[in-house]
């Protein structure tokens, strides 16, 4: 059984840091891809950041590139979310999020990802 639990979501001001942690447990053995994605009120849910376990190799969607880096710990099996100058668009529900089948390539596509975490409020104020 695989299972997916956010932390660290908050409120900030804008131009703030925030840090999202994901512990990821069960079984896991292959490579596969990690994501953040968030979701805004009634507005699809958008990716954020991807990574793969086998490597490292990231992808970051151009609204937060630069300001957001995505990282994991294989070890503890944790998937971090380091957020800088936070702006209130970055206001969203964010969601981890688990791809056993990548082959390798990662992509922020939501229907690629087959676990979900439930969710933590990120909330930025201008």
């Known amino acids: 059984q695989i299972e997916l639990v956010e932390s660290g979501g908050g409120s900030v001001q804008a131009g703030g840091s925030l840090t999202l942690s994901c512990s990821v447990s069960g079984n896991t053995y292959i490579d596969h891809c990690l994501a953040w994605f968030r979701q805004a009120g009634g507005n699809e849910r958008e990716g954020v950041a991807t990574?793969?376990?086998?490597?490292?190799?990231?992808y970051y969607s151009d609204r937060v590139k630069g300001r957001f880096t995505i990282s994991l710990d294989n070890a503890k099996k944790i998937l971090y979310l380091q957020m800088n100058d936070l702006k209130p668009e970055d206001t969203a529900k964010y969601y981890c999020?688990?791809?056993?089948?990548?082959?390798?390539?990662?992509?922020?596509?939501?229907?690629?990802?087959?676990?979900w975490g439930q969710g933590t409020q990120v909330t930025v104020s201008s």
């Open positions: 990574i793969y376990s086998g490597g490292g190799r990231t």
């Open positions: 999020a688990l791809d056993l089948t990548s082959g390798g390539r990662c992509f922020l596509t939501a229907v690629r990802f087959g676990y």
